[in-house]
């Protein structure tokens, strides 16, 4: 299993984590004079910071894996970009030199066009709406295929809630969104979605988004709880709208060709390990939204929930973004996502 690394990431690897095994290269000399089985450390890179549910799924797999593997298989956690960004990741990935990534599947349309599914908006009106039907076998089983065809293995799936909306302006119905500067993802189907609301969406990265809010930039943000406490958002911003348009989710993927060098006892370890840490990572998002949407309301932010007749509105004035979607996913996976399949 020994695999060459790219100039890059070796550097890093080796400051951090020199005497380790990586892709079961041998163990160190002092392993050996003390008698210890050879340990297996790979490296699982993302782009996010320590406190996040990207972390928590990051640290709870590494956990799990060492823990059913007797530690006799290790991974090493590389939080913050410290390995590359979002695009980065998903090449190093795909080439076999990081073994595990986990992100969001925004990124990976790029690679995977056909997972803008998950950018369907105002599908679910609860976050277990959405688990259930992503957990769905015969949903799973068609993005597993898009993943293996992509160079890759989906090994788990957790969120951080849903993506809710921060304003300047009091919400009171479908009204309120009409001409409103919201900041977006440079997402096609995020732009689509706010535009089909009548808002005016402005793609912006998230460093400036909180200046952008000072400045009147723009009016409104939308994101998970998580990014909306740490960016400190309520400082700008009055009130939070539960839009809860799109599911917040994240990613735990594999390179498939490292996977398929390990032996079937390492890989079932590898998926159930990845099950238990998806599990983990949606009971602290549960949690933690709780959490912070007391903090954001001891901070001073209001927060209002979306009644069921805009909710309705919002769903029906969705109908173009839905071809769309449909169009580039392919109307199988759309439908199971929807709950419309026959």
Not at 94 to 118: H, N, R, T, W, Y
Not at 186 to 192: F, P, S, V
Not at 259 to 268: G, K, V, Y
Request: net charge negative; hydrophobic share 35%; glycine share 6%.
């Amino acid at each position: 299993m020994k695999k060459i690394w790219s100039g890059a990431i070796v550097g890093v690897l080796l400051a951090a984590s020199a005497g380790t095994a990586a892709f079961g290269m041998a163990s160190t000399d002092k392993q050996a004079a003390d008698g210890k089985e050879q340990r297996y450390a790979w490296p699982l890179a993302t782009c996010s910071t320590e406190d996040t549910i990207t972390h928590v799924f990051a640290e709870s797999f590494a956990e799990e894996v060492e823990r059913l593997s007797d530690g006799q298989m290790e991974i090493q956690v590389y939080p913050q970009s410290t390995l590359g960004g979002d695009r980065e990741l998903m090449e190093s990935c795909k080439d076999g030199d990081i073994p595990f990534v986990v992100q969001s599947p925004a990124p990976q349309v790029s690679f995977m066009p056909e997972l803008c599914v998950f950018d369907t908006p105002c599908a679910f009106e609860d976050i277990e709406e959405a688990r259930d039907t992503i957990d769905d076998p015969c949903f799973q089983e068609i993005v597993q295929e898009i993943y293996e065809n992509a160079g890759y293995q989906l090994l788990g799936m957790a969120d951080q809630c849903f993506r809710v909306m921060t304003s300047s302006e009091p919400f009171e119905g479908m009204e309120s969104f009409k001409g409103q500067k919201i900041r977006t993802m440079e997402n096609t189907y995020h732009l689509q979605f706010w535009k089909a609301m009548g808002a005016n969406p402005t793609p912006m990265t998230f460093s400036e988004v909180y200046i952008g809010l000072q400045q009147g930039t723009i009016d409104a943000q939308e994101n998970a709880y998580e990014l909306i406490v740490s960016a400190k958002l309520y400082e700008q911003q009055k009130y939070l709208i539960q839009t809860n348009a799109v599911p917040d989710y994240i990613t735990l993927i594999s390179s498939d060709e490292f996977f398929q060098t390990l032996e079937e006892e390492q890989q079932e370890i590898i998926r159930q390990a990845a099950q238990n840490a998806q599990e983990k990572a949606r009971e602290s998002a549960d949690t933690r939204q709780g959490e912070r949407q007391k903090q954001l309301e001891e901070e001073g932010m209001e927060i209002i929930s979306v009644d069921e007749t805009t909710w309705q509105e919002m769903r029906q004035a969705c109908q173009p973004v839905y071809e769309n979607i449909r169009e580039q996913a392919g109307e199988e996976l759309f439908d199971l996502y929807m709950g419309t399949d026959e």
